[in-house]
C-alpha cells in the first residue's frame, strides 16, 4: 500500500561535483527520468558549510567528514527533487549502497561510480528525512507541481488516487 501523499511523496537527490566533473548528469536524470518519476524542482547551487553541516549532521564528527565537505564544495551541486508513488524507496534503490564499487549493476553507484565519497548522487534515506531535505533545498516556489500526460500509462487508476 502506498504511503498517505501517494504519487506526491518527493524526495531530494544531489548530483554531486564527480559527476558534474565527469559529465555523468544527463545519464543520471535521465535514470530517473525513464523510471516514471515526475521532476518537481531542479536547481543548480553552491553548498556553504551551514548548508553541509546540517545536511551531513549524522556524519559531522566522522574524520572523513572535513574531505567530504571540501569535495562537496568543489564545484556546485545540482539538486533535484523527484515525486512519486514511494518515491523515496524508489529512488534509493536506484541509487545503490554507498560503497559505489560494491552497489549492485543497473543502480546509479553501481553503474557509474567505484568511491565510497565520490559515489555520483546523494538520496534521501526515508520519508522523514526526504521531507526535510526538500525543504533544506528548495523553496516553496522553487517547487512545481503540474500534470504529467504520462502518469496515465506509469500508474494504474487506483494508484493515481
Ligand atoms: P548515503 O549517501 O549512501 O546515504 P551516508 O552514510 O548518509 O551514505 O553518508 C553520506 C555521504 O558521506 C556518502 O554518500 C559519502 O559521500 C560520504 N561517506 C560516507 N561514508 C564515508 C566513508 O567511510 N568515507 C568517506 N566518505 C564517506
Ligand atoms: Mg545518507
Given at each position: 500500500m502506498a504511503g498517505e501523499k501517494g504519487v506526491k511523496e518527493q524526495t531530494l537527490v544531489l548530483i554531486k561535483p564527480d559527476a558534474i566533473q565527469r559529465g555523468l548528469i544527463g545519464k543520471i536524470v535521465d535514470r530517473f527520468e525513464v523510471k516514471g518519476l515526475k521532476l518537481a524542482g531542479l536547481k543548480m547551487m553552491t553548498l556553504d558549510e551551514a548548508i553541509l553541516r546540517e545536511h551531513y549532521a549524522h556524519i559531522?564528527?566522522?574524520?572523513f567528514f572535513p574531505g567530504l565537505a571540501k569535495f562537496m564544495q568543489s564545484t556546485p551541486v545540482i539538486a533535484l527533487c523527484w515525486e512519486g508513488l514511494d518515491v523515496v524507496d524508489t529512488v534509493r534503490r536506484i541509487t545503490g549502497i554507498t560503497k559505489a564499487r560494491e552497489a549492485?549493476?543497473?543502480s546509479i553507484r553501481g553503474d557509474f561510480a567505484m568511491s565510497v565519497s565520490c559515489n555520483v548522487i546523494h538520496a534521501s534515506d526515508s520519508t522523514e528525512n526526504a521531507e526535510k531535505e526538500v525543504s533544506r533545498f528548495f523553496k516553496v516556489d522553487e517547487l512545481f507541481s503540474y500534470d504529467k500526460s504520462e502518469y496515465m500509462h506509469v500508474y494504474a487508476e487506483d494508484e493515481l488516487s
Open positions: 559531522a564528527d566522522k574524520p549492485e549493476a543497473g
